[in-house]
């Protein structure tokens, strides 16, 4: 059985915490004692309330919002489901990179009676820039608007433009009422001019986990293994998890950013030694040279195309209450890479209505912009669009330890890409 | 070349040894709590596959209530000295003197509340910046808010709208000193993948998670709690004998029983699979008191 991610998101009141209280139900994964919970407390519907499934925090029950992410988790005969339930509120968007960044599938909600508003443009804009690549268009409420064609076919032409421009690569349009179950799980009599599947056949057969295991092979050093002990005096294991591609004992590897070279002698997993290992696995590789590795190195096989970078281009996604200037000095994560830099400029931000670029001096909180980034030491860098492993990164607060930013790299600058040395005998 | 397939088990494996190496990279004193329960028993699976041939970079820590199922505190020991790691246990009892904490009192006296005091103290006494623990986003709602690296603040607590974001697998830990953050490797998992791990992996577990016969006491809710020392019965309470077995391993006095044969692991995952009630609602009798209950405990540092 295979596992997905997938996030709903979508303007408040749209239905999102009632659509996923609903695929819980009706895939018969609520216990008799959380539904009890529920039926005690009055409703408006005089029916179950079941967006309470996913409004976990007394300040969420209060106010009727989702504040927060919160997952949930179902499985049928033929899938494991991981749901992020990401808030609509335009002031918890930071929340909503929090869980796109993950999912493999956005559902993207939109109220029939409403059509497409300016937070469908924005949750597709990020759900897009973090690379996830299945769409759902679910046009909820449909039986408010006497299940209607015309309303759907409207509203799917609207949403095509927005697909149009942000290149979106799979996009999938099914009308619901997440409110009464239709097309939720079963395909629905009330909706019987629509001929495709129902949401959960849909995400039963969306491809799952197909990129990170056909990309370039990467791996970085977590944790560097020396046990010391009289069975192992000289064991020096390189802990990490394959990030992308595939790794064989014998490979020819650089480790970077410093450029040595070696050869793979073993790739352990759980202490047996294996032929090969592929993302996302978690592994030891030993080498055969005593070379000078620590945590946040990484091991590639010689030829990748893999960049060392002193300065990047990047979006992000500015997640502080603090305004962001250029001359800002702080932290990049990348994975178990720790490095200090400075944000040299910022280059533009998108306005998420129209997508477009405009020049800016400063990035404010939820703001999307471009941004130069020069940090002390190499970073060992893929772009985000190459791979979204590497190509990602959080802007830290070196003094607080916030996190103040999500990070895509878009292109190197003075970077090289790592020649094989060559060897002589 | 073919890609090779691996399954919802092998992905949440994957992540969850990610997390504890991630955890061994960037905490000077990090500490694994471990109850000798099922998830905690889980994580030290985990924690060897994570750093064998090396020992734990982390300690094993355990907050004795006192009121313990002593065939748990046995196989605690037991799997301690096996595993060749180094086991802490400080006792509830302890910091009841210490502290001039006052006893629960009812006819059922939980420790529950009393264990966030003894971690607390715990972690002040060790330094410890990091506590791994096998808490899992489907047990309750408030900890499906919860993120994977959860930063506490000096006392503890948790503000649930002030959490970081949480970005890819990026795992932000840096903490100012006397914060601390709780790390929960197995969020993604629920009662069933945890098993059906138990399973694939052939875990060893405590013998009270089997069918057994048991003398138990009927509560009103017709839930059944195994008798032990510390209940404070009267005439009136109904006394039965039945074979039981428990699908969490908390303080005895609120950590109910439910009726069962299964004898081996296969038959517990047939059971789960028909249950129709969820693990704390058929055996904890402390989440039910308000619907925020497990958000207030966590707010004062509870893990």
Known sequence: MDLLRFITCGSVDDGKSTLIGRLLYDSDSVSLDVLAALENRPTVHGTVDLALLTDGLRAEREQGITIDVAYKYFTTPRRKFIITDAPGHVQYTRNMVTGASTADLAIVLVDARQGVVEQTRRHSLIASL??????????????????????????????????????????????????????????????????????????????????????????????????????????????????????????????????????????????????????????????????????????????????????????????????????RKLLVQHHSAVVKAVVSAITYKVNVRTYGRAATESAQLNDIVGIRLKTAAPLVVDSYQQNRATGAFILVDELSGDTLAAGMVDAMQNSFVPEPLGFTI | MSTPHFDYLDRLEAEAIHILREVAGQFERPA??????????????????????????????????????????????????????????????????????????????????????????????????????????????????????SVRDEFGQWDPKRQRPELWNVYNGRIQKGENVRVFPISNWTELDVWRYIQRENIALPSIYFGHPRTCVVLPSGQLLGLN???????????????????????????????????????????????KVSERGATRLDDNISEAGMEDRKRNGYF
């Open chain 1, 130 to 327: 973090v690379g996830i690549r299945y769409f759902v268009l679910a046009v909820n409420k449909m039986d408010l608007v006497g299940n209607e064609e015309s309303v759907f076919d409207q509203i799917v032409a609207d949403y095509a433009a927005i697909a149009d421009q942000l290149k979106l690569p799979n996009v999938t349009a099914i009308p619901i009422s997440a409110l009464l179950g239709d097309n939720i799980v079963a395909r629905s009599k009330n909706l019987g001019w629509y001929t495709g599947p129902s949401l959960l056949e849909h995400l039963e057969s969306v491809p799952a986990f197909e990129e990170a295991s056909i990309a370039e092979p990467r791996f970085q050093v977590q944790f560097v293994i020396r046990p010391q002990t009289e069975d192992y005096p000289d064991y020096r294991g390189y802990a990490g998890r394959i990030q992308s591609g595939e790794y064989r004992r014998g490979d020819r590897v650089h480790i970077l950013p410093s450029g040595q070279e070696s050869v793979i002698e073993a790739i352990e997993v759980d202490q047996r030694e294996v032929e090969s290992a592929a993302a996302p696995q978690a592994v030891i590789i030993r080498l055969t040279d005593d070379v000078d590795i620590s945590r946040g190195d990484s091991i590639v096989p010689v030829g990748s195309q893999i960049h060392v970078a002193k300065e990047v281009e990047a979006t992000i996604c500015w997640m502080d209450e603090r305004p962001l200037w250029p001359g």
């Open chain 2, 32 to 149: 694994l709590l471990f109850s000798g329960g099922k998830d905690s028993i889980v994580l030290t699976r985990l924690a060897e596959k994570a750093f064998r041939p090396g020992r734990f970079p982390f300690p094993l820590v355990h907050v004795d209530t006192g009121h313990n199922f002593p065939e748990v505190l046995k196989f605690r020991d037991e799997l301690a000295a096996e595993l060749g790691e180094k086991l802490i246990v400080r006792s509830v009892e302890d910091t009841i003197k210490r502290q001039r904490l006052r006893e629960p009192g009812g006819k059922f006296p939980s420790r529950n509340p009393l264990q966030t005091y003894t971690l607390l103290e715990t972690i002040e006494e060790f330094q410890f910046d990091a506590c791994i623990g096998g808490a899992r986003r489907d047990e309750e709602k408030a900890r499906a808010k919860e993120r994977i690296f």
């Open chain 2, 229 to 275: 020392e510390h209940l404070r019965l009267d005439e009136n309470d109904e006394i039965v004998e039945r074979q039981v077995r428990f699908r969490t391993v908390g303080d005895s006095t609120c950590t109910a029983a439910v009726e069962s044969d299964a004898a081996t692991i296969d038959d517990i995952i047939a059971d789960l699979l028909l249950a």
